[in-house]
């Protein structure tokens, strides 16, 4: 099975400059880039149980795996 072509509904943030300053200092300490999203996520909710379900499954599989909210 191949990859899907295109990837979530994720929209890079619109920083001013203090939050700009605060994440390169962040990128600094950290050693590696980080990117800021929107705070609106296509992620579902999940509840504890669910979330150790799927981190189950993707150790059996090997996989990563992601849920979406429901449209």
Avoid: C, F, K, N
């Avoid at 001013?16 to 600094?28: I, N």
């Avoid at 705070?39 to 090997?62: C, K």
Wanted: charged share 25%; glycine share 4%; no cysteine.
């Amino acid at each position: 099975m191949s990859a899907p072509s295109t990837g979530p509904d994720l929209r890079p943030a619109a920083l001013d400059d203090t939050a700009l300053d605060e994440l390169h200092r962040l990128e600094q300490r950290l050693g590696t880039p980080v990117v800021a999203y929107e705070s609106t996520s296509p992620y579902a909710e999940l509840s504890d149980e669910q979330l150790a379900e799927i981190q189950r499954t993707e150790s059996a599989l090997g996989v990563r795996l992601l849920a979406y909210r429901q449209a």
